[in-house]
């Protein structure tokens, strides 16, 4: 089946600070969403992106799907940016990356 | 739009009994809905696939005895964990796919966190 790898698996930022999440995958995709999870479980879609670049507010994602990966960015983080981000390949979520932002 | 819901959003029971899990898609007509788990710190795993009339796919090492899924309706799939045992205690989330437009978007439910004593 399908592997799907993110990376890095926890990240500390102060608030203000901007980051990159990275999600690799090993085959192709015609399915690609980035999830938030958060501290109650609820998952919040952020972006269904199989390719190309899409952008929300402070959030944005590429997924280059020839090269088999997709990234998420953040920009000025806020500790409400605080959880775990998923990224969900087909039907397989990746292990998550843990964001903690200090005010 | 493209809500689900989750029914309840967390249940205790004793071990040996039953609990059904509702998943409704309350916006949207889901012809696919899907059954993952969680456990804590951990990532969700895919259980089930639920196709609406016809019998669920299982994933690999999925007891499908015990973990009964039901997709009466285009709005409604249920799981039942029948039997339960402390090792089933775990977070259960559904998702559902609106694919009338052509997209592979899932919307997950709120999950339902299960506790077998």
């Not at chain 1, 879609?45 to 990966?69: C, D, H, M, W």
């Not at chain 1, 000025?76 to 039907?91: K, N, P």
């Not at chain 2, 509702?22 to 889901?30: H, P």
């Not at chain 2, 090492?61 to 964990?81: P, R, W, Y």
Request: hydrophobic letters at 30%; proline letters at 4%.
């Amino acid at each position: 089946g399908i592997q799907v790898e993110q990376s890095p698996p926890d990240l500390i930022l102060q608030e203000g600070a901007n980051s990159t999440l990275r999600c690799n995958f090993s085959d192709s995709v015609n399915n690609l969403q980035w999830f938030h999870q958060n501290p109650w479980g609820q998952l919040i879609n952020l972006f269904y992106i199989p390719s190309g670049t899409k952008q929300n507010g402070r959030l944005s994602a590429t997924t280059v799907a020839t090269e088999r990966y997709s990234l998420l960015y953040i920009s000025s983080s806020q500790t409400t940016d605080s959880g775990v981000y998923f990224c969900a390949v087909r039907l397989v979520f990746g292990k998550g990356t843990k964001l903690t932002v200090n005010p | 739009g493209a809500v689900v819901s989750q029914h309840p959003s967390w249940v205790i029971c004793k071990s040996g009994t039953s609990v059904k899990i509702e998943c409704r898609s309350l916006d949207f007509q889901a012809t696919t809905m899907f059954w993952y788990r969680q456990f804590p710190k951990q990532s969700l795993m895919l259980m089930a696939t639920s196709n609406e009339g016809s019998k669920a796919t299982y994933e690999q090492g999925v007891e499908k005895d015990k973990f009964l899924i039901n997709h009466a309706s285009l709005t409604l799939s249920t799981l039942t964990v029948t039997s339960a045992h402390p090792e089933d205690s775990s977070f259960y989330i559904c998702s559902a796919r609106d694919r009338t437009g052509g997209s592979y978007e899932q919307y997950f439910g709120p999950g339902t966190r299960l506790t077998v004593t």
